[in-house]
Every structure is written in structure tokens, then in C-alpha cells.
């Protein structure tokens, strides 16, 4: 890929590159290890919800599940607006909209379609709802979520968050486009001004939508209109992606964070995660304030260990259990709703209504995990590993 030199405001603040944390090797690696952090957290909160009852599951679960989608829509935003954000700043031709949607069509797709049809065929175990065709179609074309009684009554309920980071995709090039044209007769610093603005501005809005929304309906899912469906899960998780892209222009522009200001971003990212085992989950200010602050926790800590506040993160997000775990994270997450709910009724886990015994409990967690990995690893090596494959031929050579 050619990408033109940075300009000369952005060299004054270029930190050495034999420590640059804003090396593109060191952005995926982190990247890939927070990933596979936030799908194992939301695996985790699945299992505590078939296996611990109300009083002993608590927020746990919805925390952690809670802060692993925040987090991937903060990578969303981090890694695919940097070749966008340096076009903005005139370092580098637009990027090929061609080329991207190729790209993410072989990152994203195959796998996918493959886990909708297996959790569809399977579906029948745990779910008492026909699947339609209609079901299955809208997902996969990724546009269930426009249709609320596919939301709430899902064959695979994680899959949700599939058709917000598309709309994302489609957003981002288009979005990129218009501020080219708006930027054209501006400066670099006020360009720089402009894009932060806009992530601010992107936040606050997204806010404002949900708390108005969160104020007019109250109503079961299945009562919600089709609107407010589209409004909620695609504009109104606009904020972990400004998040993510503020992220971004942080490192296109390599600015110089003194330790300090770094050591304080990882004890805000940690504060931001406690926090959100403290907010009443069924309250106007979670519905609208909730994903943000755990957007904001899960960007915090990726700066922080990227400037180099955990030292001991460097080596372990390198290391071969991290990488080969964040190699199957994304077949982990696609699969392994419909294998925990098989392996969890054949066990017998639904007779116990709630109450186990703590041994019981161990062997059907492990049960589930090793049952997800298992086919995680033959996803990952026969369907997502050739497809990986072609995406990374494809490269930018041209403007």
C-alpha cells in the first residue's frame, strides 16, 4: 500500500520509530488481542446467564458482554478511518472504495453466512419460533436488525451487532467523501480541529438520540417501531465508533503524550469499566449513556497499552496463546451461541432450572468452551482461513 509522507505539522510530534507505538504491526496487534478480549468476555457473560440465576449472576455478565460489543465497534472506528482520516489531511490519495468493501466482504462475510445457516438448522433445540425464510434472508443480507420480531426472538442472538458494523462500512467511505469536499480549502490544523469536532459532535448526537428514544418508548421490543429499531442500533451507537475514530486520528497524527497523561488514561479506562457495574441497568440514564462509557473504558485502555503503560502488555499480546486465541476470536463469536445452547440442553443443564451445584457448573462452562473452540478451529481452517487469504492479496497499489 503507497501512503504518501505525513506533513511536516505532524513530524514535529513523530516519536523515534524503533518505539513507535503507532506502528501499524503494533496497532494490529493490540488490536486483535482487545478483539479477542472483548468476544471471549461476551462468551463469558453467555455462559454466566445459562448458568447462574439472577441473584448470582448480577451485572457480571452484562458487563462484560456489554463492554466486548462497545469494544468492537471502538476497533471498528480505530483501525478502518486511518487511510480515511489521512486522505482527509491530504497525505495520501482516497483510498479505493472498491477495494475496501472487497476487503471487508472476505473479512467479514463467508464466515458469517456460514454461521447464520448452522445456528438456522440448528435453532430448533432451544428456540420456540419457526425460522422463516424471510429470517434467514435478512440475515444474511445483514439487515435484521431493521426488523425488530429478528431482534428479539433471534436463532443467534450476538449477530446483532453484524448489520451495525456493516452500516458502518457503508457510512464510513460516504462520510469521507463529503468532508474531503467540505476540507478542501482548509488548513491541516483546522482540518485536525474539524475531525475531532465531528467525533464530538457524532457522540453527542448519538446521546441525544437515544435518550429521546429511551424517553418515547418503553414498550417490549416486539412493540418498538421499525424506526426506532434503525435509529437506536445504527445512529445511536454512533459514539463507540467517533470513539474508535478519534483513536485513529490520534495515531495518524503521532502525537507525543507525556507518561502521565498516560498513566491517567489507563486509571480512566479502568474506572469507566467499574462504573458500569454500578449503573441500574434498566434505567433511562443506561439506555443512553451505557454503551458510551464502556466505549470510552475499552479506548482508554487500548491507548494506554499502546503508549506503554502495561509494559508487560507488549510481549503478551505477541505472544502465541494470545495470537493463535485472537486468530479464532471472530469464529468464536459467530458460533458460539448455538453450540453453547446445544451442549447446555444436552447435558441436561435445563432441568436444573437455575440452581446448580458448583462442580455441575464447572463441567458445563468447560463443557461449552471447548465445545465453542472445537468449532471455532474447524471454521477458522475451512471456511475464514482461505477467504482471509484472498482478502490479504488484495492490496492498494494506485490512487
Wanted: overall charge positive.
Amino acid at each position: 500500500m503507497q501512503i504518501a509522507q505525513e506533513p511536516a505539522a505532524a513530524d514535529i510530534t513523530k516519536e523515534p520509530s524503533a518505539a513507535d507505538p503507532y506502528d501499524h504491526r503494533a496497532r494490529l496487534a493490540y488490536a486483535d488481542a482487545f478483539r479477542a478480549a472483548a468476544i471471549f468476555a461476551v462468551a463469558a457473560a453467555h455462559v454466566m446467564v445459562r448458568l447462574l440465576p439472577a441473584e448470582r449472576y448480577g451485572k457480571v455478565g452484562v458487563v462484560f458482554g456489554a463492554w466486548g460489543v462497545d469494544c468492537f465497534f471502538v476497533l471498528s472506528g480505530f483501525l478502518l478511518a486511518r487511510p480515511y482520516l489521512e486522505a482527509i489531511l491530504g497525505t495520501r490519495p482516497f483510498p479505493s472504495s472498491k477495494l475496501f468493501f472487497a476487503r471487508r466482504f472476505y473479512r467479514i462475510w463467508p464466515l458469517y453466512a456460514a454461521a447464520v445457516v448452522f445456528s438456522a438448522l440448528g435453532q430448533g433445540l432451544h428456540h420456540t419460533h419457526h425460522v422463516a425464510l424471510a429470517d434467514v434472508l435478512t440475515h444474511l443480507t445483514m439487515t435484521h436488525n431493521f426488523f425488530p420480531q429478528y431482534i428479539s426472538s433471534s436463532f443467534n442472538g450476538p449477530l446483532w451487532t453484524m448489520p451495525v458494523d456493516t452500516d458502518f462500512y457503508l457510512l464510513l467511505p460516504l462520510t469521507a467523501v463529503a468532508v474531503v469536499g467540505l476540507t478542501k480549502s482548509l488548513g491541516s490544523k483546522q482540518r485536525v480541529t474539524l475531525l475531532f469536532s465531528l467525533c464530538a459532535a457524532a457522540t453527542i448526537g448519538s446521546l441525544i438520540l437515544r435518550a429521546v428514544l429511551g424517553a418515547l418508548f418503553t414498550a417490549d421490543i416486539d412493540d418498538i417501531p421499525l424506526y426506532f429499531t434503525l435509529f437506536r442500533n445504527v445512529f445511536g451507537m454512533a459514539g463507540p465508533f467517533a470513539v474508535g475514530i478519534a483513536l485513529g486520528l490520534l495515531a495518524v497524527l503521532r502525537v507525543k503524550v507525556p507518561r502521565p497523561a498516560v498513566a491517567g488514561a489507563l486509571g480512566a479506562g479502568i474506572v469507566l469499566g467499574l462504573v458500569l457495574f454500578v449503573i441500574p441497568q434498566a434505567s433511562w440514564f443506561a439506555g443512553t449513556f451505557y454503551d458510551v462509557i464502556g466505549a470510552l473504558s475499552a479506548g482508554l485502555l487500548l491507548f494506554a497499552c499502546l503508549r506503554g503503560a502495561v509494559p508487560a502488555a507488549d510481549a503478551l499480546v505477541r505472544s502465541k496463546p494470545v495470537v493463535s486465541l485472537a486468530a479464532l476470536a471472530y469464529a468464536v463469536y459467530l458460533f458460539h451461541e448455538p453450540v453453547m445452547n446445544a451442549i447446555y440442553n444436552a447435558l441436561g443443564g435445563h432441568k436444573f432450572g437455575g440452581h446448580y451445584p458448583l462442580l455441575f457448573d464447572l463441567e458445563l462452562s468447560l463443557g461449552m468452551l471447548l465445545g465453542t473452540l472445537a468449532v471455532a478451529i474447524v471454521a477458522h481452517n475451512l471456511i475464514e482461513q482461505p477467504f482471509l487469504r484472498r482478502k490479504d492479496a488484495l492490496r492498494e497499489t494506485a490512487a
